[in-house]
């Protein structure tokens, strides 16, 4: 399913070449704490300053990588390798997504384990996504997942027979107030979240709708736009 219409080519383009950089800060959205990346010659280190740990591994034409963090001194890792793959945002940002080939964790080998994302978006490129019915998106901070559609500016989310809710979507900035707190959804968060509607491709072009939310309150993070966690479409 195509969710976006026309991604620019800048961002198709650096999807293509992996890129370059160096110490890049990264929220990890499944452990909820932040790791370092840098890509050079095709080499992808991962680390961490607290704990201290690194590890390296050798990026694929099509910019994925088999991650092996028995091979490090991260104190808690999953069973078993897992396969990394580079996307870029149209909010201008890099995210190592996780997926386990091996079928252990998930038997769908494309599914989204976790994922890491740069820390400092840029204002959402438009148009935000092309319209989508109701779709599965797994929640990576939560563990589980959400149901969601995107009508015009209107956008629904919930989990069937808990929780529904429905906001509107700016269609200027992609974004979208998201006050849990007038649902029956369990463990909320304190305040109400900005919602931004992205996109994220992967070097084969393959697309992967995403609702990532920050906190312009403060309240849970100093960084308005810090990224706190991301639901991605399944």
Known sequence: MKFCAALPLLLTSAA????TFSNLLMADMGDGDEKYMSLE???????????????????????SAT????????????PVPLEAHLRFSTLSTVQLEYTDSSGTLN????YPLNVWTSTVPQAAQAPCAQ???????????????KTVSLSGST????????????????PKTC??????STTTKPDQPPVPLVATVA???????????QIIYTDETGELNDDPVYPLNIWQAV
Request: proline letters at 4%; glycine letters at 8%.
């Open 41 to 63: 010659d095709g080499q992808l280190t991962l680390s961490q300053q607290d704990p201290l740990w690194n590890l390296t591994a050798t990026v694929d034409s099509t910019c």
């Open 155 to 170: 956008l629904t989310m919930g989990q069937e027979g808990i929780w529904s809710l429905t906001t509107t979507v700016d």
């Open 131 to 145: 319209d989508f019915p109701d779709t599965k998106f797994q929640d990576l901070h939560d563990g589980d997942v």
């Open 175 to 180: 974004q979208a107030i998201v006050d849990f």
């Open 107 to 110: 038997d769908d080998d494309t």
């Open 67 to 78: 991650i092996d963090f028995s091979l490090s001194d991260k104190p808690a890792y999953p």
């Open 16 to 19: 293509a070449s992996c890129g």
């Open 199 to 209: 996109v994220a491709v992967g070097a084969a072009g393959d697309e992967a709708v």
